[in-house]
């Protein structure tokens, strides 16, 4: 299993959200960048960057976080928040990133898209599914689309899509454990399928018992920077996974 953390930016700052509460917010960090190579450092590969202005509205306003993390780390980057064209999907892998992660088009342009997919090829995607009672939530968590989660993936596995991140909103920020029934449940009918555990994750032991039940991913957010992983933990799964 793949330990991806993530860096959450408002304002170019480092950021967490509780259940994507903007009123919420704590800063971590001035400057991205050192967080990023703290990650690098430890022996981790993979980067989530969500930018929170993005998905609140705001359009694509931390491109330059980006730049900077890309140009100056050799982390796989996927960014995603609030894109909403070509011309921003564009304008993010030539900011460097690798992978763009993709929420709101998705339920609310499938048309859009499916033509990315065949523009760009379905591994440079990595769908979201945030979900709250199984339902899909989007923009920023701020709207219901009484979108069933199975519904949904239903639909990206159609589109030669083969991994998703999920994120239980109710889990989010609360460092109570992720949402273990969720994922094992959309394991069980599509074992396939490479799902990334996203929210909730509270500690190291969190780590394993999501492996064991098949997630090939998962998103680390809080724990880290409340230090309830530490950098040592993780570098005993790396050498243990």
């Not at 694509?60 to 730049?67: A, F, I, S, V």
């Not at 990595?126 to 989007?138: M, N, Q, R």
């Not at 999501?210 to 950098?231: D, P």
Request: proline share 3%.
């Amino acid at each position: 299993m793949e330990l991806i953390p993530a860096i959450d930016i408002i304002d170019g700052k480092c950021v967490r959200l509780t259940k994507g509460d903007f009123t919420k917010k704590i800063v971590y960090n001035d400057n991205p960048l050192d967080v990023a190579k703290g990650f690098e450092e430890a022996g981790l590969k993979r980067l989530h960057i969500v930018d929170l202005d993005g998905a609140n509205g705001q359009g694509l306003k931390n491109l330059k976080t980006l730049e900077n993390i890309s140009g100056n780390t050799s982390l796989v980057i996927d960014f995603g928040g609030g894109l909403k064209t070509t011309e921003d999907i564009k304008a993010v892998f030539n900011a460097g990133a690798s992978i763009v992660s993709i929420g709101s088009v998705a339920v609310k342009n499938p048309d859009l898209f499916s033509q990315w997919i065949i523009d760009f090829g379905p591994k440079k995607f990595l769908p979201g599914a945030d979900v709250l009672d199984k339902k899909i939530k989007i923009h920023g968590w701020k709207e219901n689309t009484g979108i069933d989660i199975f519904d949904f993936i239903e639909n990206l596995i159609q589109l030669n899509i083969d991994t998703i991140f999920c994120t239980d909103i109710s889990k989010d920020g609360m460092m109570q454990g992720p949402s273990m029934d969720l994922y094992k449940e959309i394991l069980k009918r599509y074992p396939e399928l490479h799902l990334i555990a996203s929210g909730g994750i509270s500690c190291y032991e969190d780590l394993f018992t999501l492996k064991e039940a098949g997630c090939k991913g998962a998103i680390i957010g809080k724990a880290f920077y409340e230090g309830k992983i530490t950098m040592q933990q993780i570098d005993n799964f790396l050498k243990n996974n």
